[in-house]
């Protein structure tokens, strides 16, 4: 259950969260226009598009340059005792951007990012043991992973950002614990990400690229994990409010893993990709998926003031719903590959 303060200081603290939002959407907006106008986007890094791409032409992947040190400045500046989560978000930058121009073996790209959530448990136990330690560490270290997965479709990553991160500012804002520190942080990686979105939505004029997913999975789960610690929302709310994400990357994933894939190879699996290639097209999914996650958070935000046992049963009850919602995708899918398979017989057939 969300709680408002009294009048004088809830509408200061409004203006704050509205005024870093705004402050922080310019300022990526500006970074990455200046990218685009002087070419320097296309000399950074590029996507050559390839026969597992939902696009056709060669596309900046900068976004990241816009929205990571904006998010990391805001943070050091409204935040400076998150200052070891915005610290892991620059690392991780600055490798992946290292990534996106040359490109690094996995098991380089993976001790990074194992070297980012190790810094964040030990910087900032838990009074949890070890094991349950591991367990959220590996927990993170796939939150951090299935961004970039997920980044694919225009307008998909920039928009569950906005939403997934303006639902984090709003539980830390006026939830059963504020922590307003961390409230303007999730708003200025918010802020941040609306002003990437006005560029990448569809038609994409910048992708996020590594250097932008890779850190801002960090951040989703870092500040996630922040909140938690510090009691502002049970454990359960930032799956609960990424739970679109979460679950299309988790499933593929167990899917590639189960017929011996590479997982960490692309592809066009993901049930964000299969609604775009039915014809669903890149504005309409990201669309979609805004609604689907947008639910979510309003789901996760009322349950918030329920007992503990209410509180788990939401959750698998919108578990049940996106398990739903990906059957129908299936379902869909299977159906479209029946009828493509048919055309391309008839098509070989002799007349």
């Known amino acids: 259950m969300l709680h408002a303060p009294n009048s004088l200081l809830f509408s200061s603290s ?16 500006a970074v990455l226009a200046f990218l685009l106008k002087t070419g320097l986007a296309w000399r950074l890094a590029t996507d050559i598009p390839n026969e597992r791409s939902l696009h056709v032409r060669p596309t900046p992947r900068v976004g990241g340059w816009g929205v990571i040190p904006v998010a990391v400045v805001a943070i050091l500046l409204v935040a400076p005792s998150l200052w070891l989560i915005a610290l892991g978000a620059a690392f991780l930058a600055a490798v992946s951007q290292i990534d996106d121009r040359r490109g690094l073996p996995a098991r380089v790209r993976f001790a990074a990012h194992f070297v980012a959530v190790l810094a964040l448990i030990v910087g900032y136990p838990a009074p ?13 270290l796939w939150l951090v992973n299935l961004y970039n997965f997920m980044d694919g479709a225009d307008g998909l990553a920039g928009g569950m950002a906005l939403f997934g991160f303006g639902g984090y500012a709003l539980a830390a804002f006026a939830g059963p614990q504020p922590m307003l520190p961390l409230s303007w942080a999730c708003v200025a990686v918010a802020g941040a990400a609306a002003g990437f979105l006005l560029f990448n939505f569809h038609p994409a004029k910048i992708f996020l690229g590594d250097a932008g997913s890779i850190p801002t999975g960090f951040l989703a789960g870092a500040l996630g994990y922040w909140g938690w610690r510090g009691g502002a929302w049970p454990i359960w709310f930032p799956a609960l409010v990424f739970a679109p994400f979460i679950g299309d990357a988790s499933v593929t994933l167990i899917r590639r893993l189960l017929r011996g894939e590479k997982f960490w190879q692309a592809h066009r699996e993901h049930y964000y990709q299969r ?10 999914t990201a669309l979609s998926w805004y609604l689907v996650i947008c639910v979510g958070i309003v789901i996760a935000l009322w349950a918030l003031g329920r007992s503990p046992a209410q509180q788990w049963g939401i959750v698998a ?14 379902v869909r899918w299977r159906s479209f ?3 493509t398979s048919q055309s391309e017989v008839d098509a070989d057939a002799p007349q």
Do not use: E, K, Y
Request: with cysteine; net charge neutral; charged share 5%.
């Open 128 to 140: 949890i043991p070890w094991w349950c330690a591991a367990i959220l560490a590996f927990l993170l």
């Open 275 to 284: 609604m775009v290639r039915l014809g669903t097209g890149h504005a309409v």
């Open 317 to 330: 009850g919108w578990a049940v719903v996106l398990v739903l919602m990906g059957a129908a995708i299936d």
């Open 337 to 339: 590959q029946s009828l």
């Open 14 to 29: 409004i203006l704050t969260l509205v005024s870093i939002a705004l402050v922080c959407a310019v300022a990526c907006a």
